[in-house]
């Protein structure tokens, strides 16, 4: 078999590729190299969102680590950032999320964290990897009476979770009109409540999950419905979060979407001029706009590129004592406060800036000039990933179509860590023309290997 986790976890199909079988065993053998790194019998927190097969792989979840002798600390539905955060607020070993993120609903998936709300180590994840295909590689242990490990109830979390972030900034919401887009995931049931305990006055969509509308026409990845809801009821600000919570991209008063990039252009100005950017640097991805480049040898701050990945920025920002980074998707690490991306406090600390300098967000945002960018997918199954990325000819096409952008664009080709998809991205001044030229890369690729 391939190998189980990618960079976000594990990741596939529910009920087919990512079975109750592969959760029981992931529970089960997570628990049991955890308890060989602590020496002590595990508490594990275990969190979801809200996708229809998620009570199904958390059972089975929480029965592999309750057969090692683990205690499981189940939460139910909240975002993977109140894992990250609480984890080690409740003294756990280890967090667990049940959730495909930006998926839609018959994708899930399960990451871990470690007990300092990280990502677990590759060395960790190794080793569960190699007990999950080969049992006897570990201590595989049988625990009995009262060695079996607990399922407790965890009904608080999301409450605490909320008040975390609301005493994470100095903000007062009244008088403000805000518009949140929910996707229909875990922050349908915290997000609405904590805007309007600050004081905002909401208005909400996409925050009634059924089980199988999770990021369906909405969220982060859809955010149209909240540009009309934004213009309809006149708000000052709007924000859209994905399935689990850790993405989150803008709004501003006119309906027109902000991504990432410009959301920490702004947010990085800001703690620049009040001396809370670490090193003067903001940590982005190979994907980030152009338009960042420049913003940032204008204001004087300093970018660090990493690969895609939220892991690899978080990586390098720890690495490098930095205090800021993320995504074009919307993924934003503040390492004061979180441990991850989290849409909710990112939206918050965005609201701060606006209120403390008294620029609207439409205003804000021309901090930075976003240059023309394409991005496409092409269904491209994982075993063929790596002969895509190192074909001759696909590789020849983009190094001409590059000569021919004459250092005023450039074109990315990209394996999706997280979904069988090749990600082909061109930025450039003629939008036609790299519209063009990504749509012939395209074609290539999907003639060659589909």
Same mark, same amino acid.
């Given at each position: 078999?391939?190998?189980?986790?990618?960079?976000?976890? #594990?990741?596939?199909?529910?009920?087919?590729?990512?079975?109750?079988?592969?959760?029981?065993?992931?529970?089960?053998?997570?628990?049991?190299?955890?308890?060989?790194?602590?020496?002590?019998?595990?508490?594990?927190?275990?969190?979801?969102?809200?996708?229809?097969?998620?009570? %199904?792989?958390?059972?089975?979840?929480?029965?592999?680590?309750?057969?090692?002798?683990? &205690?499981?600390?189940?939460?139910?539905?909240?975002? /993977?950032?109140?894992?990250?955060?609480? #984890?080690?607020?409740? &003294?756990?070993?280890?967090?667990?999320v049940i959730s495909a993120s930006h998926n839609s609903f018959e994708f899930?998936?399960?990451?871990?964290?470690?007990?300092?709300?990280?990502?677990?180590?590759?060395?960790?994840?190794?080793?569960?990897?190699?007990?999950?295909?080969?049992?006897?590689?570990?201590? &595989? =242990?049988?625990?009995?009476? $009262?060695?079996?490990?607990?399922?407790?109830?965890?009904?608080?979390?999301?409450?605490?979770?909320?008040?975390?972030?609301?005493?994470?900034?100095?903000? &007062?919401?009244?008088?403000? =009109?805000?518009?949140?887009?929910?996707?229909?995931?875990?922050?349908?049931?915290?997000?609405?409540? *904590?805007?309007?305990?600050?004081?905002?006055?909401?208005?909400?969509? +996409?925050?009634?999950?059924?089980? /199988?509308?999770?990021?369906?026409?909405?969220?982060?990845?859809?955010?149209?419905? *909240?540009?009309?809801?934004? =213009?309809?009821?006149?708000?000052?600000?709007?924000? +859209?979060?994905?399935?689990?919570?850790?993405?989150?991209?803008?709004?501003?008063?006119?309906?027109?979407?902000?991504?990432?990039? #410009?959301?920490?252009?702004?947010?990085?100005?800001? %703690?620049? =001029?009040?001396?809370?950017?670490?090193?003067? $640097?903001?940590?982005?991805?190979? %994907?980030?706009?152009?338009?960042?480049?420049?913003?940032?040898?204008?204001?004087?701050?300093?970018?660090?590129? /990493?690969?895609?990945?939220?892991?690899?920025?978080?990586?390098?920002?720890?690495?490098?004592?930095?205090?800021?980074?993320?995504?074009?998707?919307?993924?934003?690490?503040?390492?004061?406060?979180?441990?991850?991306?989290?849409? !909710?406090?990112?939206?918050?600390?965005?609201?701060?800036?606006?209120?403390?300098?008294?620029?609207?967000?439409?205003?804000?945002?021309?901090?930075?000039?976003?240059?023309?960018?394409?991005?496409?997918?092409?269904?491209?199954?994982?075993?063929?990933?790596?002969?895509? !990325?190192?074909?001759?000819?696909?590789?020849?096409?983009?190094?001409?179509?590059? $000569?021919?952008?004459?250092g005023r664009g450039r074109v990315l080709v990209r394996a999706s860590g $997280?979904?069988?998809?090749?990600?082909?991205?061109?930025?450039?001044?003629?939008?036609d023309k790299i519209t063009e030229s990504c749509d012939f890369i395209i074609? %290539?690729?999907?003639?060659?290997?589909?």
């Amino acid at each position: 078999m391939g190998r189980l986790f990618g960079t976000d976890g #594990v990741r596939g199909v529910a009920n087919t590729e990512l079975t109750s079988e592969l959760a029981y065993k992931l529970g089960r053998y997570g628990a049991i190299v955890l308890a060989g790194e602590t020496k002590h019998k595990p508490r594990i927190l275990v969190g979801s969102d809200t996708r229809i097969s998620c009570p %199904m792989l958390e059972s089975a979840m929480v029965a592999g680590i309750c057969s090692a002798g683990a &205690d499981a600390l189940v939460c139910g539905v909240i975002p /993977t950032p109140g894992i990250a955060k609480l #984890v080690k607020m409740y &003294d756990c070993d280890a967090g667990v999320v049940i959730s495909a993120s930006h998926n839609s609903f018959e994708f899930n998936g399960i990451k871990f964290f470690s007990s300092e709300g990280f990502k677990l180590p590759d060395r960790i994840e190794d080793e569960i990897e190699k007990a999950v295909n080969d049992p006897s590689s570990c201590d &595989d =242990r049988r625990p009995s009476g $009262t060695d079996v490990g607990h399922r407790i109830a965890c009904s608080c979390a999301s409450s605490d979770y909320a008040n975390e972030l609301k005493k994470a900034f100095d903000i &007062d919401l009244h008088g403000m =009109r805000i518009a949140l887009d929910c996707a229909n995931g875990a922050t349908s049931f915290i997000a609405p409540e *904590l805007f309007a305990a600050l004081g905002a006055e909401v208005f909400t969509s +996409a925050a009634s999950p059924d089980g /199988t509308n999770i990021n369906h026409r909405c969220g982060s990845t859809h955010p149209e419905g *909240l540009c009309d809801l934004v =213009r309809e009821n006149r708000c000052d600000a709007g924000f +859209a979060f994905d399935g689990d919570g850790d993405r989150m991209l803008a709004v501003d008063e006119d309906g027109s979407v902000i991504d990432g990039d #410009v959301i920490m252009a702004i947010i990085a100005d800001h %703690m620049k =001029r009040h001396g809370e950017l670490n090193n003067e $640097t903001l940590v982005v991805t190979v %994907m980030s706009n152009l338009g960042l480049d420049i913003f940032a040898a204008e204001h004087g701050i300093k970018l660090a590129k /990493t690969k895609v990945g939220d892991r690899y920025v978080l990586e390098e920002m720890v690495a490098q004592g930095h205090s800021i980074g993320g995504e074009q998707s919307g993924h934003i690490i503040l390492l004061s406060n979180t441990t991850t991306g989290d849409g !909710m406090l990112s939206a918050l600390k965005l609201l701060q800036v606006i209120c403390d300098s008294g620029v609207s967000l439409k205003d804000s945002k021309k901090i930075m000039k976003v240059l023309p960018q394409v991005l496409k997918g092409v269904k491209v199954s994982n075993g063929n990933k790596e002969a895509v !990325m190192n074909d001759p000819e696909i590789l020849s096409k983009c190094a001409e179509i590059e $000569t021919e952008l004459a250092g005023r664009g450039r074109v990315l080709v990209r394996a999706s860590g $997280t979904e069988p998809l090749i990600r082909v991205m061109l930025e450039g001044e003629d939008t036609d023309k790299i519209t063009e030229s990504c749509d012939f890369i395209i074609s %290539m690729i999907s003639d060659k290997y589909n």
